[in-house]
């Protein structure tokens, strides 16, 4: 079967692309989440006396600042260990 560009379709290829995508949709996430939690950060830390930072954000934030901090030190262990030997 030929695509439009006149090359037959690859059907090797399909299931990789497939997870690449969802690869690339889970780190945009990601980002957005944190993007999203910078921003209040950065919002609650500006106006000290709003009452949702008050009651939600300050307590929480030390925990959020923990559970990054060790996820991340999770995620660089996991990439030395695991996906670091498929790039030397």
């Known amino acids: 079967k030929l695509k439009a560009n006149g ?3 690859d059907r090797r290829n ?13 780190f945009s996430f990601l980002a957005l989440i944190a993007a999203l939690l910078v921003a ?8 000290r006396r709003d009452h949702l930072c008050l009651t939600y954000w300050h307590p929480a934030r030390g925990h959020i600042v923990n559970t990054w901090n060790t996820s ?3 995620a660089v262990e996991f990439y030395h ?3 670091e030997k498929y790039f030397i």
């Open 40 to 47: 209040i950060d950065f919002h609650c830390n500006t106006n």
């Open 81 to 83: 260990r695991n996906i």
């Open 7 to 9: 090359h037959k379709s």
């Open 14 to 26: 399909r299931g990789r692309s497939g997870a690449r995508c969802l690869l690339l949709v889970l």
């Open 72 to 74: 991340s030190r999770a």
